[in-house]
């Protein structure tokens, strides 16, 4: 099952893993990304400190300390300049570098924030058009590996981007989800 929702994905306690947009250096950071550091406590910044970093359209892995879930997904989204530097691209290997990793460790439930939406300025409907058909087109190749995604999204603006977006590319799977 696929699907939005308005809510905090720091309190989502049915979800295996959450998908958050991250900094380079996987550090404290702003916004969402900041609140997931304060909730998930000081071992997430230091396992971060491990990790080396993350490049554009990397994904990296883990844990979710003190927060529900037990792993926490960390990516870095592309910066919206106009859409002709390969923006697109970098953020579909957001979302399947993202999955590959739920694939590898056995996850089965996932949440996604509105990753490339905050500090990166990418156009809400774009950014939604692309994340959903990106993880239907994945799922669809693995229809039996992942259970539930649900995109957690604090906004209402942003919120009903995403499931107009949902609904826009259900009609290309002929109601797959």
């Not at 309190?11 to 958050?20: L, T």
């Not at 990296?60 to 530097?85: E, F, S």
């Amino acid at each position: 099952m696929i699907q939005v929702a308005q809510k905090d994905i720091t309190k989502m306690n049915y979800i295996d893993a959450i998908v958050v947009a991250a900094n380079k250096n996987l550090q404290t950071g702003t916004g969402l990304y900041k609140n997931i550091h304060r909730c998930a406590g000081e071992r997430l910044l230091k396992e971060c400190c491990l990790l080396g970093g993350c490049k554009e359209g990397e994904a990296k892995i883990t844990g979710g300390y003190n927060l529900p879930c037990r792993y926490i997904i960390h990516t870095v989204a592309p910066v919206w300049i106009d859409g002709n530097y390969g923006e697109k691209e970098l953020l579909e290997r957001c979302y399947i570098n993202s999955l590959k990793l739920a694939l590898k460790y056995d996850i089965h439930s996932i949440a996604f924030s509105a990753i490339p939406t905050g500090r990166s300025t990418y156009p809400p409907s774009i950014a939604a058009e692309i994340a959903i058909k990106t993880v239907m087109d994945f799922i669809y190749k693995y229809p039996e590996k992942i259970d539930l995604i649900e995109w957690a999204i604090s906004g209402e603006r942003i919120c009903r981007a995403y499931r107009k977006a949902l609904k826009n590319v259900n009609y290309l799977y002929d109601g797959y989800i």
